[in-house]
Nanobody, 124 residues
Framework: QVQLVESGGGLVQPGGSLRLSCAAP????????MGWYRQAPGQERDLVAT???????NYADFVKGRFTLSRDNAKNMVYLQINTLKPEDTAVYYC??????????????????WGKGTLVTVSS
């Protein structure tokens, strides 16, 4: 089973920044769109940001302007830059890879991979 590996989480003060990383196997990176989800305690898992194989990004309204998703095709990595962190950003952040149909991340072949998550805690 394909496994993605996240890193970069931690404890940060409100207003601070973090960069989350996700490593994917080369076998899927070139053909799968990538995304980040987050799940706060007691909440559902929400889609945060996505990036297609061509680098087209999309963001949830609640993170627009603060989160930036990018991919490094040479390293098979995606990066989620998070700025101006707020306490409500506290969550486990999960990397996802999906073979999507078209550009809509919610329409895909059914084949996907997940990481185990990395915890981001925003607190003073």
């Amino acid at each position: 089973q394909v496994q993605l590996v996240e890193s970069g989480g931690g404890l940060v003060q409100p207003g601070g920044s973090l960069r989350l990383s996700c490593a994917a196997p080369k076998s899927i990176f070139s053909t799968y769109a990538m995304g980040w989800y987050r799940q706060a305690p007691g909440q559902e898992r929400d889609l945060v940001a996505t990036i297609t194989t061509r680098g087209s990004t999309n963001y949830a309204d609640f993170v627009k302007g603060r989160f930036t998703l990018s991919r490094d095709n040479a390293k098979n990595m995606v990066y989620l830059q998070i700025n101006t962190l707020k306490p409500e950003d506290t969550a486990v952040y999960y990397c996802n890879a999906r073979r999507i149909v078209g550009t809509n991340y919610n329409i895909y072949s059914g084949v996907e991979a997940w990481g185990k998550g990395t915890l981001v805690t925003v607190s003073s």
